[in-house]
Nanobody, 124 residues
Framework: QVQLVESGGGLAQAGGSLRLSCAASGLTFSSYSMGWFRQAPGKERELIAAISRSGGTTYYADSVKGRFTISRDNAKKMVYLQMNILKPEDTAVYYC?????????????????WGQGTQVTVSS
């Protein structure tokens, strides 16, 4: 049984930082590209960062570029999202997800497995 479990969410002040973690089990982690998505109330779920199987290639949405960093540790089966210079508009539920092909990580339908999400709230 595949499980992706996010942690590290919470309340932060604008300008602050949070680090999200996603622990994977039940899959060959190094065979999957990983993505971080977020969904704010009333909005569609959006991809904000993705990382290839080896970690050598990354993607960032313009809204987080320069502020967020995605990384992974294949030995630990973990993927991380370091979020700096947080803004109130970063408030959302954050999800990690696994896809088999980095070439299609921009398509939400490419992701095979999803975590349950972790809430991030940024106060002004």
């Amino acid at each position: 049984q595949v499980q992706l479990v996010e942690s590290g969410g919470g309340l932060a002040q604008a300008g602050g930082s949070l680090r999200l973690s996603c622990a994977a089990s039940g899959l060959t982690f190094s065979s999957y590209s990983m993505g971080w998505f977020r969904q704010a109330p009333g909005k569609e779920r959006e991809l904000i960062a993705a990382i290839s199987r080896s970690g050598g290639t990354t993607y960032y949405a313009d809204s987080v570029k320069g502020r967020f960093t995605i990384s992974r540790d294949n030995a630990k089966k973990m993927v991380y999202l370091q979020m700096n210079i947080l803004k109130p508009e970063d408030t959302a539920v954050y999800y990690c997800a696994a896809a088999q092909n980095f070439l299609v990580v921009l398509k939400i339908t490419s992701y095979d497995y999803w975590g349950q999400g972790t809430q991030v709230t940024v106060s002004s």
